[in-house]
């Protein structure tokens, strides 16, 4: 069964480990045992319930995910979702003290678990985090409460935060706004949760589900609301509904004493409504190709013995990450905290030992040159190059390029800076890093089409119908437009529009939409330059699979999440569309890349063909 159950001094443990799986899904299986035993605990001999995890990097995962694949119509969306809530609020309605210990992820329909349980304790780790997936991956209305019990426990803006807006919380974090209870130190972690339930039997600690609302709807409740649902109207129309529905039921639990029936069947219907959407089934579909991403480099390329990491690099930008770096607690690793170079004015180097050396063999060294924003080609490269353009609009991304000889190293570093709690697309070194020829192939056509007359707002305006949240003036507020502008010289035709580049860069800075049209000579600029990017990119094995590919572009520059992928939103028949219709004369992609666009088409074969 996937909770292993034992009793201690009456005392209910549950321990998660859902079979054959990396993380812990509260699948049906899970369910069916909690309905089974929780009905059956009573306070005559029963003091309280202990939910903990058996995999030390997952607490609990995924439900939602696992409904849209079965699901075929509103009834059995209704049908498999009461299944599941009837689980929730057994933990919820328990006669005694239900008590989470979480170490490892909380996310999603965890997070909604969590939720539910009266008393809550966290591990210290940079794993051990709290995240809201439904509505910002995968375009999912809430299934199991949470858009109610979220305003309710800590309030309408830290409510909008998490849910719409994805903000990650750390264990400390979750305590001080009141998510949990109390962090533990993940060294002694069993101890710190066995005197947390004593605590907790001796009354000695609050419950974190209020006996009553907390919240009183406020004026500036109100004009957060307003704020909020601005907000919302500025995101992509497919996007829209489904936030806008959060909204909806957040402001009812903040704002009623107690939810009525017409709530809870509204908020159902709009549940049915969001799984049901196009949008909803490929925002899905993004959740398997980051699982198959997840896989590379293959632990088959793996060293015996990697015991160290050293990351060397200079600057602000890296004395930035290294101190990001030595806060991610991650179990069984040491970080030495980093050395300043006195001349340099910032940090040099910061060591990682991911184990202590082993009989006969030595420890292994490795310097990983971080940079962070400098655009340049690594001819002369490190064995291995930890690389992000893009820090100050997603902090966790990160490419890390190795050379031939240092591929099986790759592995180990990977899978280090993955459990860091980073999103690591591993690539081949190949001129200039995979990153940067992804943005040259989206601000490239973006830049031509407004030196050659077109309007910023138009656009704006088209990337926002096709889906992008994150449109360029946030890849250019971190690049800065001297350094976008060095960046894209060389892929534009004539100096004359070199020599403009700089202004129009400060154009595209602009947020404006309203009043712009849809320009489909636009779209089929960007179809050809993206399928320049990624098929060279697999061709010279900078990216070994579509789906670091298809990664890279959701981090960087916002791919949309209703456009399934990048790689599958480029298929034969989108691309000779594209080239069919394209107006060469406005010249908003180079010859290069349309013969690139081209070949892919005479191949006869898509990315995942």
């Not at 319930?49 to 119509?73: P, T, W």
């Amino acid at each position: 069964m996937p909770f292993e159950v034992s009793r201690r001094d009456g005392v209910l443990h549950l321990s998660l480990d859902t079979p054959n799986c990396a993380v812990n899904i509260f699948d049906r299986r899970t369910a069916e045992q909690l309905r089974e035993l929780l009905p059956q605990v009573s306070p005559r001999d029963t003091r309280a319930v202990v939910f903990r995890s058996a995999k030390i990097e997952s607490f609990i995962n995924g439900v939602g995910l696992l409904m849209i694949q079965s699901a075929r119509s509103r009834e059995t969306i209704r049908v498999g979702g009461d299944f599941f809530r009837t689980a929730y609020h057994a933990v919820r309605d328990c006669p005694v003290p239900t008590i989470a210990a979480v170490r490892g992820n909380c996310w999603g329909c965890g997070l909604e678990f969590l939720l539910n349980c009266h008393y809550r304790i966290a591990a210290d780790t940079c794993s051990t985090n709290f995240f809201m997936t439904e509505v910002v991956n995968y375009l999912l209305f809430p299934t199991f409460d949470g858009v109610h019990n979220l305003p309710i426990q800590l309030g309408f803006e830290n409510a909008l935060n998490l849910l719409l807006w994805g903000e990650r919380w750390s264990s400390q974090r979750a305590a001080q706004e009141g998510l949990i209870n109390e962090v533990a130190n993940h060294r002694h972690f069993d101890e710190s949760v066995n005197r947390f339930v004593s605590r907790v039997l001796a009354g000695g600690v609050s419950r974190c589900i209020p006996e009553r609302k907390r919240l009183a709807w406020t004026e500036d409740c109100e004009t957060l609301r307003r704020v909020t649902e601005e907000r919302i109207r500025a995101l992509p129309p497919d996007y829209q509904q489904v936030y806008l529905n959060c909204l909806d039921q957040m402001v009812r639990a903040a704002r009623k004493d107690e939810l009525d029936e017409e709530d809870h069947a509204l908020a159902r219907s709009w549940e049915a409504d969001s799984i049901l959407s196009r949008a909803g089934k490929s925002a899905h579909s993004f959740f398997f190709i980051q699982q198959i991403a997840s896989q590379f480099p293959p632990p088959g390329a793996t060293p015996p013995g990697l015991a160290r990491i050293s990351f060397t690099g200079e600057g602000r930008s890296f004395a930035a990450f290294a101190e990001d770096l030595e806060s991610r607690l991650v179990e069984g690793v040491t970080v030495t905290p980093p050395r300043m170079r006195p001349d340099a004015g910032g940090f040099d180097r910061i060591i990682v030992d991911l184990q202590g050396p082993r009989d006969g063999e030595s420890c292994a060294f490795l310097e990983v040159d971080v940079r962070t924003g400098d655009r340049r080609d690594h001819s002369d490269p490190k064995p291995l190059r930890l690389y992000s353009p893009i820090r100050a609009v997603n902090p966790r991304f990160f490419e890390l390029a190795a050379t031939d000889h240092a591929v099986a190293q790759l592995v180990e570093v990977t899978s280090y800076l993955r459990r860091a709690g980073f999103t690591i697309v591993p690539t081949r070194t190949g001129g200039r890093f995979g990153t940067d020829r992804l943005i040259r192939s989206f601000l490239g056509p973006l830049a031509a089409y407004v030196i050659r007359g077109g309007d910023v707002r138009d656009v704006n305006f088209t990337l926002r119908e096709f889906g992008f949240i994150r449109r360029p003036h946030a890849l250019l507020e971190n690049l800065g437009i001297e350094s976008a502008a060095d960046w894209l010289r060389p892929v534009l035709t004539d100096q004359e529009s070199a020599a403009a580049l700089p202004g129009v860069l400060e154009l595209l800075r602009g947020k404006e939409f309203a009043g712009g049209r849809w320009d489909q000579d636009l779209l089929d600029a960007l179809a050809i330059s993206w399928t320049a990017f990624a098929r060279t990119g697999i061709q010279k094995g900078v990216f070994s699979h579509p789906t670091l590919i298809d990664v890279t572009a959701r981090e960087v520059i916002d791919f949309p999440l209703m456009q399934k992928s990048l790689c599958n939103w480029l298929s034969q028949g989108r691309v000779a569309e594209a080239l069919g219709c394209v107006d060469r004369d406005r010249d908003l992609v180079g010859e290069e890349d349309l013969v690139v666009a081209s070949d892919y088409l005479a191949g006869g074969r898509g990315f995942y063909a």
